[in-house]
């Protein structure tokens, strides 16, 4: 069973910087394929980035070349790097794995944009 923990959220201004950190317990970490989804209150969860074992990453268009996943391997942790936020970027952040086929989430991080 995959247990994961973000952390790293907080209220910043926009144009400013934040980085999440998820760590992984319970599973091969370096197989997995971990992504970054996040959610604001009415709307689906939104996948916004992804990084394969290779280290192949992939973005939604709206954070394309803003923010940045990355993984330590070492360190069982996932990470996004979050520059130039925006006040849309504003939402609760969850990390996601499926090894296996079976969805694990984290409890989720806020992150909230505003002056």
């Known amino acids: 069973q995959v247990q994961l923990v973000e952390s790293g959220g907080g209220q910043v201004q926009p144009g400013g910087s934040l980085r999440l950190s998820c760590v992984a317990s319970?599973?091969?970490?370096?197989?997995?394929?971990m992504d970054w989804y996040r959610q604001t209150p009415g709307k689906q969860r939104e996948l916004i980035a992804r990084?394969?074992?290779?280290?192949?990453?992939a973005y939604v268009d709206s954070v394309r070349g803003r923010f940045t996943i990355s993984r330590d391997n070492a360190k069982n942790t996932v990470y996004l790097q979050m520059n130039s936020l925006k006040p849309e970027d504003t939402a609760i952040y969850y990390c996601?794995?499926?090894?296996?086929?079976?969805?694990?989430w984290g409890q989720g991080t806020l992150v909230t944009v505003s002056s």
């Open positions: 319970g599973s091969i970490f370096s197989i997995n394929t």
């Open positions: 996601h794995t499926a090894p296996d086929n079976l969805d694990a």
């Open positions: 990084i394969f074992s290779s280290g192949t990453t």
